[in-house]
């Protein structure tokens, strides 16, 4: 990503009037048209250049992170706050169903409580009605008898 740091150059360079006259024809950085002194200002700028820019760029990748975080944090905050609301609202109808689902079993048992009640309230019935009938034909059959002696006793 970042392109490799090349070392900055430790020595001191002179210009051509710092220098005796003697030794610039000597020298290999004054002597020879001078060509070494802006390229290695130019390498210096750069590298400058490049850290500050380096440096900069850490720091706008710091406050973005520091940003996006909490940009998400805000975000999990407002999806939470939603998702607790939803979570508290079924849990109250789950304990809505629970309480309906007893009462319902309740009713159930009554229901079938009152059922076997008239079950065997109509079975009585019947067997007061099959009593009452059978009453109905003893009395004739009594009659029937009792006629039948007086006719032989009268005979």
């Known amino acids: 990503m970042y392109s ?43 590298h400058h250049r490049s850290v500050l820019l380096r440096d900069r760029a ?15 944090d805000l975000l999990v905050e407002a999806v939470n706050g939603g998702v607790q609301e ?6 109250r109808i789950e304990l809505e169903i629970r309480a309906l689902a007893a009462a319902v079993s309740r009713f159930t048992k009554q229901t079938d409580h009152w059922l076997a009640s008239t079950h065997a309230l109509n079975s009585a019935i019947k067997e007061m009605g099959d009593f ?19 006719n032989i006793h009268q005979a």
């Open 86 to 91: 939803a979570f508290l609202n079924q849990k």
């Open 58 to 72: 850490e720091k706008a990748k710091r406050d973005a992170i520091r940003s996006a975080a909490a940009v998400s």
């Open 4 to 46: 490799p740091q090349l070392p900055l150059a430790r020595t001191r360079v002179l210009s051509p009037s710092q220098l005796d006259p003697a030794q610039a024809d000597s020298h290999p950085v004054a002597g020879g048209g001078g060509l070494e002194t802006p390229l290695l200002c130019l390498i210096h700028h750069h």
């Open 132 to 150: 009452e009938n059978w009453m109905k034909i003893m009395d004739f059959d009594c009659k029937s008898i009792n006629a039948a002696i007086r």
